[in-house]
């Protein structure tokens, strides 16, 4: 289809600028918009030189649609038909444009895709072709759109797109005033009655202070306007009037806001109070251009102070005279408050103490067993072997019973610390201490970590026991070198240190202060938070049961110090151990420990033996034969009693404590009912005062912990059985 071509390069018979200003002169007459719009249609559609049908569409509120048309030319009942249109990609050509933000020319609408849903509509009132622009504010808003129809098919040529844009901005220009205005009135019709309803006293002055205007309700307030400064002065009371004029005029010298609190005379004569607040506006240099103010009645506040301020004074005399009264049971209540939190704590203590008990206790108790066995084995070979076997086996036998010895200790302080057992403190040189067990550090640290050591000249002797010091530190040194797994610096630090502000959890005095320090990978606040709780650790299953740490705490709380942990991820960590002075000068030399005595042939001696763990049980069976002791043994209680029930005269039973079903006991009570006098040796994997809580040792009983030595068998049976009438057959 061929397209209508104008040849003539002006598609307006006119000037259209002119009818440009007198748009905008029509609307800054008051004209209503849509009249205005009118007008500038009716002339855009004169000026032309084909005819056409100029149509304006005004953008919704919720902006989706284009609404309210104003077309002089076009069928009403077209407009009518067309109803809202929505604003989207395929919406004709004003919907179109209007969603692409651009002019859009269909230039045959019967062809065009863009008017598949209103093609019918526009070609039943003879509509070919339309073009169209979005109406846009200066900030880029949408207004609405601008179209002209052609009842034939039409390409714009260049002078007409002009005359288009020409005619969109003066529709956009007149919309966008439009709008500006509306605002401006609502904004002033708002700030009136605001000001109407405002139950303040609004004003305002020039930056001299001496013209102010008052909102009405001032006049209603005082009974006069104030045009002068010098009349709103001359209504404040007597005894305000200089200081607030003088707060006034220092606010407005210096450009600042005001703020202050005065009386002012009423129409009725008496004096109300008043808050005036002022705050400057300025120019864009920084000036003072005008001042605006507030000034709000508070009499009926500044009355219910007064109030306050005689009930205050009331209830301050109230307060005196029961202060004795209240002081005395505030102590109370603090005394009983303080007294409930440390039982509590002691309470939680006791828990997590009982919980750690429970392992180690079971622990040691199953080890000392092993080394029990291990500890007859070689007192047995130590006898049996002829001397000059052992020249060539005594150190290697010797080393075995040192190493069994340590793993006694350490099985005993575990079950020690499992009942909280009384340590054993006394005068600790920490200098010779650190120094002793240095190789022992070299060794558990390995060659990847560098040892540093800090002590200061003439440190203080500690009050602590030595051996648990020693595993704190060497425990401490194990858990930096974990931190450590590609190598790094261990520091250990000591100095005098003097407390002097008192705390609940350290008390004024001197202590000596050790901190064991790395540059490991540190910890966390969340891991930090929960070092000190038993069992809780970072190290994978295996490595580390969570007690360490756990059992520093409880060893230098029980002496009386005190321990804390400071650590950051990347950072490394520091752990500091403030123990207390020891009064004495110098560590006391440790006396001379008299050799336990020879184990002897006891001649004529016969034993009961009850022992419920094979091994253990045929290691005795084998000490008893190398002493030349008659025995019968037995693997529990009921067969014991029969043993006794049989009339067998024994001179001595030796038996287990924790035996199956009846324990020990509860065999030496049934022992006892049969042969009231019979001499009963107790052996236990328990360490000496950590056994159950009903008492075991008695007249002619005795306890002899696991692992013993021969010797210290012999002497303990020697003993129970050169007591009076032991030998009781």
């Known amino acids: 289809m061929s397209l209508h071509m104008l040849s003539s390069d002006q598609p307006f018979s006119g000037d259209l600028r002119q009818y440009e200003r007198q748009t905008l002169e029509s609307l800054a007459t008051g004209l209503p918009l849509t009249q205005v719009l009118h007008a500038l249609l009716q002339r855009v559609e004169a000026l032309a030189q084909v005819r056409l049908h100029a149509c304006i569409l005004l953008l919704s509120e919720d902006g989706r649609y284009l609404q309210d048309g104003i077309a002089p030319s076009l069928p009403d009942a077209y407009s009518r038909d067309l109803g809202r249109l ?28 863009l008017w598949a849903g209103a093609r019918d509509l526009a070609l039943r009132y003879g509509l070919r072709a339309c073009w169209s622009m979005p109406l846009l504010a200066l900030d880029g808003r949408l207004l609405g759109t601008f179209a002209n129809y052609y009842l034939e098919p039409r390409r714009p040529l260049a002078a007409e797109r002009d005359a288009f844009r020409l005619v969109t901005e003066t529709a956009a220009l007149a919309i966008e005033r439009h709008q500006a ?9 708002h700030y009136r ?32 306007p104030v045009l002068e400064a010098e009349s709103f002065w001359a209504l404040l009371h007597p005894d305000d009037r200089r200081t607030t004029r003088q707060a006034w005029d220092a606010a407005r010298s210096a450009g600042q806001a005001y703020d202050r609190e005065h009386r002012v005379r009423v129409a009725d004569g008496s004096h109300c109070w008043l808050r005036t607040r002022a705050y400057p506006r300025r120019d864009e240099a920084g000036a003072v251009i005008r001042w605006y103010g507030t000034s709000e009645d508070i009499d009926d506040r500044r009355e219910a102070e007064e109030a306050l301020r005689r009930e205050r004074a009331t209830l301050e005399l109230q307060v005196r005279a029961r202060t004795a009264e209240l002081e005395e049971r505030n102590r109370q209540l603090r005394e009983e408050m303080q007294s409930r939190a440390q039982a509590e704590e002691l309470l939680r203590q006791a828990q997590k103490m009982e919980a750690v008990g429970q392992l180690t206790g079971g622990i040691a108790h199953d080890f000392n067993n092993l080394l029990a066995g291990i500890q007859a084995s070689l007192d047995l070979m130590r006898r049996r072997l002829a001397p000059e076997a052992l020249n060539g086996v005594g150190g290697l036998l010797a080393t075995a019973t040192q190493s069994v010895g340590r793993g006694a200790s350490l099985t005993h302080r575990l079950l020690a610390f499992s009942r909280r057992q009384t340590l054993n403190p006394q005068a600790v040189d920490v200098t010779r201490l650190i120094g002793d067990f240095q190789e022992l550090l070299r060794h558990s640290l390995g060659p990847q970590i560098r040892c540093q050591l800090e002590l200061d000249a003439e440190l203080w002797l500690v009050d602590a026991d030595p051996h648990q010091l020693e595993n704190a530190l060497l425990n401490l040194a194990i858990n930096s070198r974990d931190a450590m797994p590609a190598g790094g610096t261990l520091t250990i630090r000591a100095c005098n240190w003097v407390q002097s502000d008192a705390d609940p959890a350290l008390p004024a005095g ?19 938070e929960r070092v000190f709780e038993p069992f809780f650790t970072t190290k994978p299953v295996g490595q580390g049961s969570g007690l360490g740490l756990s059992m520093i705490y409880g060893f230098v709380r029980q002496s009386r110090g005190q321990v804390s942990v400071t650590s950051a991820p990347g950072q490394g960590c520091r752990v500091r151990l403030l123990l207390p002075r020891h009064p004495a000068l110098a560590v006391q030399a440790p006396l001379a420990v008299a050799s336990a005595p020879t184990a002897r042939a006891l001649p004529d001696v016969r034993v009961l033996l009850v ?20 025995y019968r043994d037995a693997v529990d209680a009921e067969a014991a009693l029969a043993a006794l029930r049989e009339g067998e005269g024994f001179d001595l039973l030796i038996t287990d404590v924790g035996l199956p079903g009846l324990n020990g006991r509860l065999l030496a009570g049934a022992a006892r009912t049969l042969r009231p006098h019979l001499p009963i040796l107790f ?7 950590n056994e159950p809580p009903v008492p075991l040792v008695g007249e002619r009983m005795a306890l002899l912990g696991k692992p013993f030595t021969l010797e210290a068998l012999v002497a303990q049976v020697q003993e129970l059985l050169d007591a009076p ?5």
């Not at 969603?99 to 609408?109: F, G, N, S």
């Not at 205005?181 to 019709?189: A, G, I, K, P, T």
């Not at 009438?725 to 057959?729: G, S, T």
């Open 510 to 528: 001197d202590y000596l202060l050790i901190e064991v320090g790395d540059d490991g990978v540190g910890m966390t606040p969340a891991v930090l």
């Open 725 to 729: 009438a032991a030998l009781e057959r």
């Open 611 to 630: 022992e419920d763990d094979a091994v253990i049980r045929q290691l005795l069976v084998q000490v008893c034969v190398d002493l030349g002791w008659r």
């Open 181 to 189: 205005d509306l605002q401006l009135r609502e904004s002033e019709d």
């Open 193 to 224: 009655h605001l000001v109407e309803l405002n139950p303040q006293y609004t004003w305002t002055c020039d930056p001299s202070g001496r013209r102010m205007v008052f909102s009405p309700r001032w006049q209603q307030l005082t009974g006069q």
């Open 86 to 113: 929505e604003i989207g990609p395929l919406a004709g050509s004003c919907g179109t444009a209007a969603y692409r933000r651009e002019a859009v020319y269909v230039e045959d609408i019967a062809c065009d895709p």
């Open 683 to 689: 052996i236990t994997g328990y360490a000496a005062g």
